[in-house]
Structures are given as C-alpha cells and as structure tokens.
C-alpha cells in the first residue's frame, strides 16, 4: 500500500509539469490565433504621404496622403537627440524595459482617477500611444484594455527602435501635419535633427493636445506647456536651473515660410512612378535648384504670351541630373505651366546635326575641315534650304556645322543613309519618334525628348558614350550601362568644333569654360533649342509654346541660347579638361581634294587648312551626291554653281555679326528724332537684305527703326545664319 502511495505522489510533479505545459501552449496558440484573426492595423493605412526631396534631404515638395495628411518619414538616428532624451523622459522613462506597458504607471494612474474623480496623469507608455494611433478607441475602461492588448502585440512584433520610429511618424501635431519632421520643418523650417532645447520641449508635448497649443495660433498656451517640459527636464537632472530660468523666458518663436515647390513636376512624375514611397530623394542640388528657379521668374517677363521654357543640368561624370525645370513657372496656367516640357517631345530643329558629323567622322567620311558643298542639291526628291534662303558654295565641315548649314549636313546624311544614322543612335538607347527614317530626320523631321537631348550631348564630354541619367539618389539600378555613340575621337573633334563658336552677345562669365553649344529651331518656328555641353556639366534649353503655336521672331540662336548660358553662370568653375585621344592626329590638309598635302601636289593644293583627323586618315572630298572625287579637282556640281554665281572658288572669311548702330544702354527722345538707321558689321560682303532685323522679337523689314511706334524698354535683334547679335535701348516721349 504505502508503494502504491508513493508511486502516486512521485508522478503527481510530472502530471502538474505536462498539465502546465499543455496549459502553455494552449495560451501560445491561443495568442496567435488572436493575433492571426485580430491583426495590428497598417500603419499608413491611407497610403503614404510622400515627400521628395534634394540629394541633401531638403524638402522640394510634398504630396499629402489620401485623407489629406502631410507627414516626412524619418528614422531615429535623423532626429536631434535631444529631443528623444526629452520625449522619453517626458513620456515613457521606462520605455525600454517595459513590455509595452507599465503595470506601475497604469496603477498610478487609477489610484489618481479614483481619488480625484478625473484623469491627472494618462499612464500610457509610448507604445500604448503608437497603439492608440494605429487603432483609435474611446476613452473607457474597454477602450483602454483593447489599447493594452494592442500594445503588448505592437512588442511583439517589433523592435523598440520601430516602436519609437512609428511614433515619430504619426504624432499629430496640428492640423494635417504628423509626425515631428513635417511638425519641424511647418514650425521652425528646419529638419528635426537640428531642434534647438525650446524647440524640442515644444514638440514633446504637443502631441497631447495638438488643435489646442497649435503655437501658430496660441502661442501661449504652447509656451505654457513647453515650460511644463522644461521644468520636468530640470526635475531629471537634464537642465540646469540657469538653463531652466532662460529658456523658460524665451517666447516661442515660429519660423514659417510658405516657399513655393522646387521642380514640381519633376516630383509629380517621381510619385506616380513611385506611389508608394514614403521619401523620394532625388539627385538634385537644392542650392542650384532655387537659383534656376528664380533665374526663369526673371526670364518669364521677356517671353511671349503663352510661351513656356524648360532647362536640364547635368553633371557629366555622375550622369546626375543636378536641376530639372519643367516649365517657366509652375503657377502660370496660361502659359501651360503643368505641361513638363522636360518629357515632350518635340521636334528637334538642327540639335542632332553634330551627331551626323561625328558619325561621319568614324564612318571615315570627313575630317574637320572637308571640303563641303553648300549649293542647291536634290537628293533623292528632298531639296533642303537653309534658314536664309542663301547658299555659302564651298564650306568646310567645321564651319558648317557651326553655322548650322542645312545641305552640307544632308549631303553627308545622304551618304552615310538616314537608316544607319537611325540605327546608330537606337543602338546608344536614344529614342526618335518617327515613323520611317529619312533625310529629314536631320533637320529636326522627327521627335525627341528634351532629357533624351542631354543623354546625347553629354556623349560628347563622355568618350562618345550615352547613359541614362539619373534622377534619384542611391538608384538600386547603379551602375548604369554605357553604350558607346561615337568614338573618344569623334566625339572629341566634335566637341571641338562646336566649341570654337563664342557665346552670343553677352557679358563674358567670371567663370570661363569651354563649352560646345548648337542651337535648333524646328520647322514652323514652334521649338526653340539650345543645348551646350562642358567638361563637367551639361545644359538642356527648350523655349516655346506647349500646346505647339508658332511663335514669330523667335531664334534658338536668340532665345535658347542666351538663357542657355545665362544657366551655365549658376554652374560652378569646371574642375577637369577633356583630354585629347591618341587617335586624333593634325593633319594639314588640301582644298578641293581634301587629302594631306603632304599628299597633293603643290598645283592642285588651292587651300591649305589644319585638319583633325582620325588615325592620321584624310578622306577625299565628297561630290554632293556622296561619292568621292577621284582627283584633285572642285566637285563638278559645286565649281558650276560658283561660277554661275560669281563667286570665288575659295570662300571668304565669315565675321561674327554686331551691331553697331544703335548701341546698348542709349536713351533717344521722340521729340528730338524721328528715327535711327540700324547698322552691322560683319555682312559685308552679304547682300544687304542677308540680315535679318528683330525689333521686340518681331521681324521687322527695313534698316531704320521709326521711334513713332516703340517707347520704353525696346530689344534690336540682328541675325545672319545662325548668328545674331543683341542690343538694348530706351525710346522716351
């Protein structure tokens, strides 16, 4: 018997542990069912308040969430942290011991509410409060058990570190702003990592009442509460009682500004192709952003009706995009101000011109100084004219080019085949729209993208190579993939060429680079282009109306190109040189043949030039239909069209257009002249009505200006080809 007992009282240990256990487990998995059917709410259940930001984190804009909320994520280690030792110690000193509630604090609490009949102190830890955000309750007993549970369930998911980042997230304070970034940046325009001690006292407490202390409209009350903060900062040991006493005095200062979004619709086309970020940081410079801002709000009043304007910076070696301007002004509706003309496409005007010349560079086709034929050509059906209605006879390529000659460059456009020019850029990832290639595409037959214009010229400063361009920082696509357009030969003869053109009627820069430029006016007068390439940077201009009106009197040359370098004045000095590749040789050259003297005998070399070649290779000059000449001779087509027209074999020396008549800044008074002759020199060997006059922006047909019809402010343009020249003056009664 007594066995049998103590058999009985040796087991009874082992059936309490398996009965505790069973116990257990049935708790676990009672817990996680409850977690399972009665799941933690999201936390950004009316998606995410999106904010996009500069490369250094400063706001350019931002976009509410669906219940109109406004809210900047940010994690622990972006907050001043001062402000976290004053929240904790304000609101959960044992914040990182509990289990999501403090059982001494909820007792306190009661003990409180039954001895004085209401609420003194709440006894919510600060995940309780993140609980109560996540899933709002009312103010009961039932409600707060239910807060308890969510509480516990929030530690049971996450780490304090997430807890504390949840609750610096979505703290009201105030208004549609949550979250202590958004409340720091609407307050004090200053992100929270740089809170001053009154600053963070401020915003520790007001989450308790948000409407009620707004310190925008009761600053009273805000600087009651705050001082509340204080003295319990004082209390723990954190403030010193001078500290105490200053800070206390000091009233609460507000630093608001209203300041208008920087690259609006840049940041629009980022949240829709990012709806569900919270932060977008782009690769922009804040700095260089609000300079080119406010250099368009100056350009604005010089543009027409209706018209719009849009810039792109790029740095070079990134491949960054350091500023991106979509539209004149974001606020204008009249001039179509919510069109991003960045992601228009546009015809192109004369813009792709120096990529049909470096391809013909590698294609071994031309050197710098071929021999070209500016005179009318029919190739294949397609007659091209120039802008002036004028031809130049024999031209070399680099002065074709630079001023911007239309047959020369379908001439050597017809030779390589439009198709294969085509194929070329589509193989660098540049995207044309047009349905089928042909030669018009060189004259700005075709669409393009004003940001697919800075992928292009940039090449030229980069070896020959095209790469997208990046608009966000810390890209997950980084690196990009290069694909090679030119050659480094080609796109440096290239770069070359188009550099030796001077800026337009305009203050030399303290800041000098070398820049390649070309400007482009689509057929129609309706684009207006400029696009300029430096060492490290390159510019994008487009200037127009969006919804594709002609607007008369506009030149890229007049209008592009002048805001152009006006943007490269923002950009700082360049801090590299583009270095000359071994394949570029100098060669001296021969006209009409085009082959090395070295090469030509003395009786056929006409002309000698100095030359930039591939390898050292001096191709022979083309006739206008493409093929070579087999002899040191004029091409046939060119020396008929010359003789025809009196004009020497060899062409003169072009000279830069001026004005010299009238001259900027000169005042003249109605009542004491009737009118000015206008005058230039540059044109002198030109027929005299080769210029072309501007008065306002609007052609004007003779060479005197009557003072009858202008007063104030009046802008005289003249152009010859794709130069023009500037002046100011001031007409009075």
Not at 253 to 266: D, I
């Given at each position: 018997m007594s066995a049998i007992v103590m058999a009985i009282r040796a087991a009874q240990p082992l059936r309490t542990f398996r009965f505790a256990l069973c116990t257990g487990v049935l708790c676990l998995l009672l817990l996680q069912w409850l977690d399972w059917y009665y799941p933690l709410p999201v936390p950004y259940p009316n998606g995410p308040a999106t904010v996009v930001t500069s490369r250094d984190g400063q706001q350019l804009r931002s976009f509410s969430d669906a219940r109109g909320v406004h809210r900047y994520q940010v994690t622990v280690s972006d907050v001043d942290p001062f402000y976290l030792t004053a929240l904790l110690d304000y609101e959960d000193r044992w914040f990182y011991y509990h289990p999501g509630v403090n059982p001494f604090a909820l007792c306190r609490a009661l003990w409180q509410w039954l001895a004085y009949g209401r609420i003194i102190s709440g006894g919510s830890t600060l995940t309780m409060q993140v609980a109560r955000l996540l899933d709002p309750h009312e103010r009961s007993v039932v409600g707060k058990l239910k807060q308890i549970a969510r509480a516990l369930q929030l530690e049971w998911h996450y780490s304090k570190s997430e807890i504390l980042t949840l609750y610096l997230n979505l703290a009201p304070f105030g208004g549609n702003i949550e979250g202590v970034e958004a409340a720091s940046r609407r307050y004090f325009n200053k992100p929270a990592r740089s809170l001053s001690i009154n600053q963070s006292a401020l915003l520790v407490v007001l989450p308790q009442k948000p409407s009620y202390n707004r310190p925008d409209r009761y600053p009273e009350r805000a600087k009651a509460m705050r001082n509340k903060v204080l003295r319990r900062l004082a209390g723990s040991q954190l403030l010193s009682p001078e500290q105490l006493t200053l800070l206390s005095l000091e009233a609460v200062r507000l630093e608001q500004t209203m300041q208008a979004p920087l690259a609006p619709l840049l940041s629009r086309r980022l949240k829709r192709q990012h709806p569900g970020q919270h932060v977008i940081r782009t690769t922009l410079d804040y700095d260089l952003q609000q300079r080119l801002s406010q250099l368009l709000a100056n350009t604005k009043p010089r543009l027409t009706g209706k018209s719009s304007a849009a810039v792109l910076i790029v740095h070079n070696q990134r491949a960054e995009v350091l500023a991106y301007q979509g539209s004149v002004d974001f606020n204008d509706d009249s001039r179509f101000a919510h069109v991003d003309m960045i992601r228009a496409v546009r015809s192109p005007g004369s813009t792709l011109k120096p990529f049909i010349?470096?391809?013909?560079?590698?294609?071994?086709?031309?050197?710098?100084?071929?021999?070209?034929?500016?005179?009318?050509?029919?190739?294949?059906?397609?007659?091209?004219?120039?802008?002036?209605?004028?031809?130049?006879?024999?031209?070399?390529?680099?002065?074709?080019?630079?001023?911007?000659?239309?047959?020369?460059?379908?001439?050597?456009?017809?030779?390589?085949?439009?198709?294969?020019?085509?194929?070329?850029?589509?193989?660098?990832?540049?995207?044309?729209?047009?349905?089928?290639?042909?030669?018009?595409?060189?004259?700005?037959?075709?669409?393009?993208?004003?940001?697919?214009?800075?992928?292009?010229?940039?090449?030229?400063?980069?070896?020959?190579?095209?790469?997208?361009?990046?608009?966000?920082?810390?890209?997950?696509?980084?690196?990009?993939?290069?694909?090679?357009?030119?050659?480094?030969?080609?796109?440096?003869?290239?770069?070359?060429?188009l550099s030796q053109l001077s800026a337009p009627d305009r203050v030399v820069p303290s800041n000098r680079r070398k820049i390649a430029w070309k400007t482009g006016t689509s057929y129609g007068y309706r684009d207006f282009w400029s696009v300029g390439v430096s060492p490290d940077y390159t510019v994008a201009v487009w200037v127009g109306r969006?919804?594709?009106?002609?607007?008369?009197?506009?030149?890229?040359?007049?209008?592009?190109?002048?805001?152009?370098?006006?943007?490269?004045?923002?950009?700082?000095?360049?801090?590299?040189?583009?270095a000359k590749p071994a394949q570029v040789i100098s060669k001296q050259i021969c006209w009409p043949g085009g082959l090395a003297s070295d090469n030509t005998p003395a009786d056929v070399c006409h002309k000698q030039l100095q030359a930039?070649?591939?390898?050292?290779?001096?191709?022979?000059?083309?006739?206008?239909?493409?093929?070579?000449?087999?002899?040191?001779?004029?091409?046939?087509?060119?020396?008929?069209?010359?003789?025809?027209?009196?004009?020497?074999?060899?062409?003169?020396?072009?000279?830069?257009?001026?004005?010299?008549?009238?001259?900027?800044?000169?005042?003249?008074?109605?009542?004491q002249i009737s009118e000015l002759r206008l005058a230039v020199t540059g044109a002198e060997s030109m027929p005299s009505d080769a210029v072309r006059w501007y008065i306002n922006h609007v052609p004007h047909t003779d060479a005197t200006l009557s003072l009858s019809d202008y007063l104030g402010d009046v802008v005289i343009t003249a152009c010859l080809a794709e130069h023009c020249d500037q002046q100011h003056i001031v007409i009075h009664p």
């Amino acid at each position: 018997m007594s066995a049998i007992v103590m058999a009985i009282r040796a087991a009874q240990p082992l059936r309490t542990f398996r009965f505790a256990l069973c116990t257990g487990v049935l708790c676990l998995l009672l817990l996680q069912w409850l977690d399972w059917y009665y799941p933690l709410p999201v936390p950004y259940p009316n998606g995410p308040a999106t904010v996009v930001t500069s490369r250094d984190g400063q706001q350019l804009r931002s976009f509410s969430d669906a219940r109109g909320v406004h809210r900047y994520q940010v994690t622990v280690s972006d907050v001043d942290p001062f402000y976290l030792t004053a929240l904790l110690d304000y609101e959960d000193r044992w914040f990182y011991y509990h289990p999501g509630v403090n059982p001494f604090a909820l007792c306190r609490a009661l003990w409180q509410w039954l001895a004085y009949g209401r609420i003194i102190s709440g006894g919510s830890t600060l995940t309780m409060q993140v609980a109560r955000l996540l899933d709002p309750h009312e103010r009961s007993v039932v409600g707060k058990l239910k807060q308890i549970a969510r509480a516990l369930q929030l530690e049971w998911h996450y780490s304090k570190s997430e807890i504390l980042t949840l609750y610096l997230n979505l703290a009201p304070f105030g208004g549609n702003i949550e979250g202590v970034e958004a409340a720091s940046r609407r307050y004090f325009n200053k992100p929270a990592r740089s809170l001053s001690i009154n600053q963070s006292a401020l915003l520790v407490v007001l989450p308790q009442k948000p409407s009620y202390n707004r310190p925008d409209r009761y600053p009273e009350r805000a600087k009651a509460m705050r001082n509340k903060v204080l003295r319990r900062l004082a209390g723990s040991q954190l403030l010193s009682p001078e500290q105490l006493t200053l800070l206390s005095l000091e009233a609460v200062r507000l630093e608001q500004t209203m300041q208008a979004p920087l690259a609006p619709l840049l940041s629009r086309r980022l949240k829709r192709q990012h709806p569900g970020q919270h932060v977008i940081r782009t690769t922009l410079d804040y700095d260089l952003q609000q300079r080119l801002s406010q250099l368009l709000a100056n350009t604005k009043p010089r543009l027409t009706g209706k018209s719009s304007a849009a810039v792109l910076i790029v740095h070079n070696q990134r491949a960054e995009v350091l500023a991106y301007q979509g539209s004149v002004d974001f606020n204008d509706d009249s001039r179509f101000a919510h069109v991003d003309m960045i992601r228009a496409v546009r015809s192109p005007g004369s813009t792709l011109k120096p990529f049909i010349y470096g391809l013909g560079l590698d294609l071994g086709l031309i050197h710098s100084q071929s021999l070209m034929s500016d005179i009318p050509s029919n190739f294949d059906g397609y007659k091209p004219q120039n802008l002036t209605g004028r031809f130049s006879g024999a031209v070399s390529a680099t002065k074709a080019l630079q001023h911007s000659l239309n047959v020369p460059a379908i001439q050597l456009l017809h030779r390589m085949g439009a198709k294969r020019f085509e194929h070329q850029l589509r193989h660098a990832q540049v995207q044309l729209h047009h349905q089928d290639a042909n030669l018009a595409v060189g004259l700005g037959g075709t669409g393009i993208e004003l940001m697919e214009l800075a992928r292009l010229y940039r090449s030229l400063a980069s070896q020959g190579k095209v790469q997208d361009l990046s608009l966000v920082s810390d890209n997950p696509g980084y690196p990009r993939p290069e694909f090679s357009l030119l050659s480094p030969a080609a796109s440096w003869i290239t770069f070359d060429m188009l550099s030796q053109l001077s800026a337009p009627d305009r203050v030399v820069p303290s800041n000098r680079r070398k820049i390649a430029w070309k400007t482009g006016t689509s057929y129609g007068y309706r684009d207006f282009w400029s696009v300029g390439v430096s060492p490290d940077y390159t510019v994008a201009v487009w200037v127009g109306r969006p919804d594709a009106s002609p607007v008369v009197g506009y030149l890229g040359a007049t209008r592009a190109a002048p805001l152009m370098f006006d943007v490269f004045d923002l950009l700082p000095q360049d801090t590299r040189s583009l270095a000359k590749p071994a394949q570029v040789i100098s060669k001296q050259i021969c006209w009409p043949g085009g082959l090395a003297s070295d090469n030509t005998p003395a009786d056929v070399c006409h002309k000698q030039l100095q030359a930039y070649t591939l390898n050292g290779m001096t191709p022979p000059t083309m006739h206008s239909e493409g093929d070579f000449v087999t002899e040191s001779r004029w091409p046939a087509e060119l020396a008929t069209w010359l003789a025809s027209n009196n004009a020497p074999l060899l062409q003169r020396r072009e000279n830069q257009i001026r004005i010299t008549q009238p001259r900027s800044g000169q005042h003249y008074y109605r009542e004491q002249i009737s009118e000015l002759r206008l005058a230039v020199t540059g044109a002198e060997s030109m027929p005299s009505d080769a210029v072309r006059w501007y008065i306002n922006h609007v052609p004007h047909t003779d060479a005197t200006l009557s003072l009858s019809d202008y007063l104030g402010d009046v802008v005289i343009t003249a152009c010859l080809a794709e130069h023009c020249d500037q002046q100011h003056i001031v007409i009075h009664p």
